[in-house]
């Protein structure tokens, strides 16, 4: 079974720095995934597919890569609309990762 | 715009069925794969269910152990998920979601709260 295993599990920072989220498959041909953002009482949205396209209307401070098996998402200069739950998603059953929870002090 | 809208939540006993519906809007709904995922209270994401645009390839999550059929109905842009045989486990959020690319969704309803308690 392959699973996606997120970090951290809490994020804290402040507006205006750089948050770097990472995903990391236990498959290790896993070669695209998607990110989605979710805040409280809300659908997830889409933020990332295929590993690095901006969904529609996605701002550009949102980016993924891939280094190795290591997937990120990094939100270069945080807003406080940014607080939110991250979660990312592979190909493979549709898996999702366990999430990585944002807070913007 | 796209929408998509869930019903059919609600409160039912161990062992009782439920069905839900997703009536979806402002795009060729035949055109999309469409999903079904849950999410428990205070927990993540978990895929449920998927079915192809015509509704003949169908996937269910490993953990549904076939109690769980989806179904969709083109002439009237609706997704359906009959849930039988349900557990208090059940008991989450169950969003629609359209699939743009092969396994991301670019879409999701509001989702409708299925409560399975006696």
């Known amino acids: 079974e392959s699973v996606l295993t997120q970090s951290p599990a809490t994020l804290s920072l402040s507006p205006g720095e750089r948050a770097t989220l990472s995903c990391r498959p236990t498959q290790s041909d896993t070669r695209y995934l998607a990110w989605y953002q979710q805040k409280p009482g809300q659908a997830p949205r889409l933020l990332i597919y295929?590993?690095?396209n901006r969904a529609t209307g996605i701002p550009a401070r949102f980016s993924g890569s891939v280094s190795g098996t290591e997937f990120t998402l990094t939100i270069s200069s945080l807003e406080p609309e940014d607080s939110a739950v991250y979660y990312c998603?592979?190909?493979?059953?549709?898996?999702f990762g366990q999430g990585t929870k944002l807070q913007i002090k | 715009e796209v929408q998509l809208v869930e019903s059919g939540g609600g409160l039912v006993k161990p062992g009782g069925s439920l069905r839900l519906s997703c009536a979806a809007s402002?795009?060729?709904?035949?055109?999309?794969?469409m999903h079904w995922v849950r999410q428990a209270p205070g927990t993540g994401l978990e895929w449920v269910a998927s079915i192809s645009l015509s509704g003949n390839y169908i996937h269910y999550s490993d953990s549904l152990k076939g109690r769980f059929t989806i179904s969709r109905d083109n002439a009237k842009n609706s997704l359906f998920l009959q849930m039988s045989s349900l557990r208090a486990e059940d008991t989450a959020v169950y969003y629609c979601?359209?699939?743009?690319?092969?396994?991301?969704?670019?879409?999701w309803g509001q989702g409708t709260l299925v409560t399975v308690s006696s």
């Open positions: 998603q592979q190909r493979y059953k549709y898996t």
């Open positions: 295929d590993t690095s």
């Open positions: 979601a359209r699939d743009s690319r092969g396994f991301d969704f670019d879409y």
């Open positions: 402002g795009f060729t709904f035949n055109s999309y794969m």
